[in-house]
């Protein structure tokens, strides 16, 4: 089943501690399979009020998300965003193409 890390971020503070993460952090994905869906961007907002950035990556399993992050090349570059920018980080499995939203019922 295919797994997100999502990231909702605020307070960035850009320079160059938040460049080098940015690029350092593709080659800490090829090895686990992961891929940007969505990676900040403009936001045409429909409801409510969000602020930050959204950061979509997907990898093809729970555990190649849970072995990126539990890298070492991801360990050696996560401290320059996390002492740049604040906000929430978590993994979360997708549903398979025929889920209907019922299916949370039972």
Request: overall charge negative.
């Amino acid at each position: 089943m295919t797994c997100y890390a999502i990231g909702h971020l605020r307070e960035i503070e850009m320079g160059p501690d938040i460049v080098a993460y940015l690029e350092g952090i593709d080659a800490t994905l090829a090895p686990f399979d992961g891929r940007f869906i969505i990676h900040g961007g403009e936001k045409h907002q429909l409801e409510g009020a969000f602020q930050g950035d959204l950061i979509v990556i997907a990898f093809p399993d729970r555990v190649r998300a849970e072995a990126w992050y539990a890298s070492p090349a991801y360990r050696t570059i996560l401290p320059l965003r996390l002492n740049k920018a604040v906000g929430e980080v978590f993994l979360i499995e997708g549903v398979d193409a025929d889920h209907k939203a019922t299916d949370v019922l039972s």
